[in-house]
């Protein structure tokens, strides 16, 4: 059975702290909570020097090997990169049925 559009309620807006969401989708009489978003606190984080500090093998950037980047984008420019379609839809057909559940 396929559900009427009308039926369908509206996921809540996950807000950054601070972010103005709008109304509530609970409705404009739903009370002072329904829209409410967290106001940061006093609390801090203090990170150590060895926390902060990158790995030596960071230190220059993400490890990507430049030689199969170039090699990848020469094959996908010439039409020879290899796309398996059914993959593809599967994961995306995967992803929107965990998106809307």
Same mark, same amino acid.
């Given at each position: 059975?396929?559900?009427?559009?009308?039926? &369908?309620?509206?996921?809540?807006?996950?807000?950054?702290?601070?972010?103005?969401?709008?109304?509530?989708?609970?409705? /404009?009489?739903?009370? /002072?909570?329904?829209?409410?978003?967290?106001?940061?606190?006093?609390?801090?984080?203090?990170?150590?020097?060895?926390?902060?500090?990158? /790995?030596?093998?960071?230190?220059?950037?993400?490890?990507?090997?430049?030689?199969?980047?170039?090699?990848?984008?020469?094959?996908?420019?010439?039409?020879?990169?290899?796309?398996?379609?059914?993959?593809?839809?599967?994961?995306? &057909?995967?992803? &929107?049925?965990?998106?809307?559940?």
């Amino acid at each position: 059975m396929v559900d009427l559009i009308s039926s &369908f309620t509206p996921r809540p807006r996950i807000a950054k702290p601070g972010e103005d969401v709008g109304p509530s989708i609970a409705g /404009p009489n739903a009370g /002072p909570a329904a829209g409410a978003v967290a106001k940061p606190g006093g609390d801090t984080v203090a990170l150590s020097a060895g926390a902060t500090a990158l /790995p030596a093998e960071l230190s220059g950037g993400p490890p990507i090997d430049l030689e199969i980047v170039s090699k990848i984008k020469e094959a996908i420019s010439e039409g020879k990169y290899p796309v398996d379609l059914d993959k593809i839809t599967e994961s995306l &057909f995967q992803d &929107f049925v965990k998106m809307m559940a």
